[in-house]
């Protein structure tokens, strides 16, 4: 059974940081795109980062760039989202998501349609 789980979320004063982690079981984050997505209450997912297989690509959403770092740890399977800066607009439950080998944009956005595998989410608050 596949099974993505994210984890490093929490809450953090605005300005603050937080590295979000994303592991693997059942299936090999190395073979696949990984992307971040998001979604704050009563809105839709927001992809916001990617990362093609060997590390080809990577994509970040105008909202998060210069901001987020997404990287993968080959040796410990491990996909992480690094977050700087954050501000209160950046609260929402973050999810990774598996599949394909490279980040599908459609027209500048990340979409979410051609991942396989999903984890449960990880909320982030980000609040004074």
């Known amino acids: 059974q596949v099974r993505l789980v994210e984890s490093g979320g929490g809450t953090v004063q605005p300005g603050g940081s937080l590295t979000l982690s994303c592991a693997a079981f059942?299936?090999?984050?190395?073979?696949?795109?990984i992307g971040w997505f998001r979604r704050a209450p009563g809105q839709d997912h927001e992809g916001i980062s990617c990362?093609?297989?060997?590390?080809?690509?990577?994509y970040y959403a105008d909202s998060v760039k210069d901001r987020f770092t997404i990287a993968r740890d080959s040796a410990k399977k491990l996909v992480y989202l690094q977050m700087t800066d954050l501000k209160p607009e950046d609260t929402a439950v973050y999810y990774c998501?598996?599949?394909?080998?490279?980040?599908?944009?459609?027209?500048?956005?990340?979409?979410?349609?051609?991942?396989?595998?999903w984890g449960e989410g990880t909320p982030v608050t980000v609040s004074s």
């Open positions: 998501a598996a599949g394909g080998e490279t980040c599908v944009i459609t027209g500048t956005r990340l979409t979410k349609y051609y991942m396989a595998y």
């Open positions: 990362i093609g297989v060997r590390n080809v690509s990577t």
């Open positions: 059942g299936v090999d984050l190395e073979k696949y795109a």
